[in-house]
Nanobody, 127 residues
Framework: VQLQASGGGLVQAGGSLRLSCAAS????????VGWFRQAPGKARELAAA????????YYHDSVKGRFTISRDNAKNTVYLQMNSLKPEDTAVYYC?????????????????????WGQGTQVTVSS
């Protein structure tokens, strides 16, 4: 599976962005997807994740109520809607995917649990 992340940019605090992760190759409907982010000098962290059919989702405490992960398996695309953005959301955002043959409800909260990675898209939130 090849992943292409897009949608990043520069936005003022309180604004919104929608990131997209487009997949090609493989059976995307059997892949859990995570959106990770890495700020300068900080460790990569999982911002949000979705199981392969979207039934199970995860949000980091810092983004709960502001970010929404969704997916359209017919379009092989996962989205991250980011509202009420804060300067501390500034980071490079990466989408990652993991194939699960038999589980539609599982996702990993660890970067090591993902096999495929997109190239990253920069999100900068100005104060």
């Amino acid at each position: 599976v090849q992943l292409q992340a897009s949608g990043g940019g520069l936005v003022q605090a309180g604004g919104s962005l929608r990131l997209s992760c487009a997949a090609s190759g493989g059976t995307f409907s059997r892949h859990a997807v995570g959106w990770f982010r890495q700020a300068p000098g900080k460790a990569r962290e999982l911002a949000a994740a979705s199981s392969s059919r979207g039934a199970s989702t995860y949000y980091h405490d810092s983004v709960k109520g502001r970010f929404t992960i969704s997916r359209d398996n017919a379009k092989n695309t996962v989205y991250l809607q980011m509202n009420s953005l804060k300067p501390e959301d500034t980071a490079v955002y990466y989408c990652a995917a993991k194939y699960y043959a038999y589980s539609y409800n599982y996702y990993s909260t660890s970067a090591a649990g993902y096999d495929y990675w997109g190239q990253g898209t920069q999100v900068t939130v100005s104060s």
